[in-house]
């Protein structure tokens, strides 16, 4: 299944609503790659076991403790760019990629894309009753109510931290 969305950071219909600068975005997802447990539902714990660092790419190999199982991922930090993250399959779950690049069609106006690659889950002996349709439109509607929630802690990150972080107002 391939399935992409994209998420407005900065409307510029909505004045209420205080602007991130690219920085602050860029630091919300480099938190989401440290500490994924204040971004992603069930997930009880979280080891970066490998680090590595070429040229503006960080890449991090991770350990994701769903208490009855455990996947391991490796997540590229593409400097105020993008992130890469890839899962090998496992017994829960067939191989995926997400991407989520930042992107600035205006200035200030920043989107969030989000794109999966999923392979198909390994069946478990039995098979089910829902098609395989019904099971990637479920898939995708989580993915989206994730995304939401992980702009939202962005947002919040961003709002809690200010000395450290631009000025995150803009006035229209």
């Given at each position: 299944?391939k399935?992409?969305?994209?998420?407005?950071?900065?409307?510029p219909?909505?004045?209420?609503?205080?602007?991130?600068?690219r920085?602050q975005?860029?630091?919300?997802?480099v938190?989401r790659?440290w500490k994924p447990?204040r971004?992603?539902?069930?997930?009880?714990d979280?080891q970066?076991?490998q680090t590595?660092?070429e040229?503006?790419?960080?890449?991090?190999?991770?350990?994701?403790?769903?208490g009855?199982?455990?996947?391991?991922?490796t997540?590229?930090?593409?400097?105020e760019?993008r992130?890469?993250?890839r899962?090998?399959a496992?017994?829960?779950?067939g191989d995926s990629?997400?991407?989520?690049?930042i992107e600035?069609?205006?200035?200030?106006?920043?989107w969030l894309?989000?794109?999966y690659q999923?392979?198909d889950?390994?069946?478990s002996?039995?098979?089910s009753e829902?098609s395989?349709?019904?099971?990637?439109e479920?898939?995708?509607?989580a993915?989206?109510?994730a995304?939401?929630?992980t702009?939202?802690m962005?947002?919040e990150?961003?709002m809690?931290m200010p000395?450290?972080l631009p000025d995150?107002?803009?006035?229209?």
């Open positions: 299944m399935f992409e969305h994209l998420v407005q950071i900065n409307d219909s909505l004045p209420g609503i205080d602007w991130l600068t920085q975005l860029w630091f919300g997802l938190a790659a447990t971004f992603v539902l069930g997930l009880e979280a970066v076991m590595s660092q040229g503006n790419i960080t890449t991090l190999a991770r350990v994701l403790n769903y009855p199982f455990q996947i391991e991922d997540i590229e930090l593409i400097e760019d992130t890469e993250t899962i090998v496992n017994q829960f779950c990629t997400l991407t989520i690049s600035e069609p205006e200035s200030g106006e920043l894309r989000f794109q999923v392979s889950v390994p069946s002996p039995g098979g829902v395989s349709h019904d099971v990637d479920i898939r995708k509607q993915y989206r109510a995304d939401i929630d702009v939202r962005i947002r990150l961003a809690a000395a450290q995150n107002r803009k006035d229209h």
